[in-house]
């Protein structure tokens, strides 16, 4: 058995009932059970039809997200995100670099590297080296001014962590960002890259070995191993290319307002939902949100 799950952005809702029950009635689809009225409903098929894409790309026309997934194994116990882009709605190094006054140049590096486009350690190493000089105090500055969190993530982290979830934050970022970040999203733990000082000062230079693409999976190994789960109880998410060996080894890797070649890659691809969708897509009703 299979669930298809439909969502859109919940702050603008707007699922129709009629595509839902279009969408059912073609596929000879169960009852529908509505998660939250216009924002999100599921219902179950048989098998998954081989028109699956054609109706992904027809409810991407109406701003809405389509999802199919074993049913049996959509709860998960772990979540295992990325950061940047993902949990926050910026770019860490990004945003260091606007003060640095290399932005313009440092964003193409990141847009490249997370398309795939570019060696990621090799990205990243270019794109600290240009951070040298600046005072170490510039960090606590941009993640009071520049970072946001992405919306959904803290109800997301409440309602997992309520019914027993675990949650890993693991990013090719920094620690001096991800431990902020996770204290506040309430994250179980937190690895990430650590950026070199010395007397107030990034030296432009970043800790080794670097955490990339092989050490998101690696954490995703350790952790699930230390809990006594598999893999199919993790529910992983992120939106660059460095964050596709975790989403292809979670039970659910979801691609979340991704990246082209990311998403390419990816059967669960969420492009309006916010990070709520993650709950929706765990059969998850609005009012078991916490």
Not at 52 to 63: F, G, I, P, T, V
Request: hydrophobic letters at 45%; a negative charge.
């Amino acid at each position: 058995m299979y669930t298809v799950t439909l969502l859109t952005n919940p702050e603008t809702p707007a699922l129709q009932p009629a595509a839902a029950d279009a969408l059912r009635n073609a596929w000879g689809g169960g009852d529908i059970q509505w998660l939250a009225a216009d924002e999100a409903c599921a219902f179950n098929i048989a098998e998954i039809p081989e028109n699956r894409w054609q109706a992904w790309e027809d409810m991407q026309a109406l701003k809405t997200d389509m999802v199919i997934q074993p049913t049996a194994t959509r709860r998960k116990k772990m979540l295992l995100a990325d950061m940047d882009s993902t949990m926050i709605q910026q770019e860490c190094i990004d945003e260091l670099a606007e003060e640095a006054g290399v932005g313009a140049h440092v964003k193409d590096i990141t847009a490249r590297a997370m398309n795939g486009e570019l060696d990621f350690e090799g990205a990243l190493t270019e794109r600290v080296a240009l951070l040298k000089g600046l005072p170490e105090s510039v960090i606590d500055q941009v993640l009071q001014t520049r970072i946001t969190l992405m919306p959904g993530g803290k109800t997301l982290l409440a309602t997992m962590k309520a019914n027993g979830g675990y949650a890993a934050l693991v990013s090719g970022g920094f620690t001096a960002f991800t431990s902020k970040v996770a204290a506040e999203l309430g994250f179980d733990e937190n690895r990430a890259n650590t950026l070199i000082a010395e007397n107030g000062t990034l030296t432009g230079e970043v800790g080794r070995p670097i955490l990339g693409r092989e050490a998101k999976v690696s954490a995703l190994e350790e952790i699930s191993k230390r809990l006594g789960i598999s893999d199919a109880d993790v529910l992983a998410v992120g939106d660059g290319a460095n964050d596709l060996g975790m989403l292809g080894r979670a039970g659910t890797g979801v691609a979340l307002h991704a990246k082209p070649s990311v998403q390419a890659q990816c059967d669960v691809r969420v492009n309006f939902g916010d990070l709520t969708a993650l709950l929706y897509l765990q059969g998850y009703a609005k009012s078991e949100f916490v």
